[in-house]
Nanobody
Framework: QVQLVESGGGAVQAGGSLRLSCAAS????????MAWFRQAPGKEREGVAG???????RYVDSVKDRFNISEDRAKKTLYLQMNRLKSEDTGMYFC???????????????????WGQGTQVTVSS
């Protein structure tokens, strides 16, 4: 497993932007995949965006054309650029990773064996 630390959350008005970061304690390697999930109060965790070692990306429909997932392998950091934020984007955002997995945004997810503690995103309308 790898330690993951998320940052970059905060409070923003609807229409604004935030960039989340997920720093890994080491290079994950292998056929890895990494993803962002979020959880709103009283709701189930849901997958938001993911990326695999071949650069393939996947997004949940509600964030397509607004969010962009990327990575800096040299910095061992995963990013989530969130634009045109909406109140329904509010929640705790978690980063997940695994050295060998098939990219998925499904929940419950057994694809990821490392998780960060999360960073809070609050969007006010």
């Amino acid at each position: 497993q790898v330690q993951l630390v998320e940052s970059g959350g905060g409070a923003v008005q609807a229409g604004g932007s935030l960039r989340l970061s997920c720093a890994a304690s080491r290079y994950i390697g292998g056929s890895y995949c990494m993803a962002w999930f979020r959880q709103a109060p009283g709701k189930e965790r849901e997958g938001v965006a993911g990326i695999d070692a071949d650069g393939r990306k996947r997004y949940v429909d509600s964030v397509k054309d607004r969010f962009n997932i990327s990575e800096d392998r040299a910095k061992k950091t995963l990013y989530l650029q969130m634009n045109r934020l909406k109140s329904e984007d509010t929640g705790m955002y978690f980063c997940g990773a695994n050295a060998g997995c098939v990219l998925t945004l499904s929940w419950p997810s057994y694809a990821y064996n490392s998780w960060g503690q999360g960073t809070q995103v609050t969007v006010s309308s």
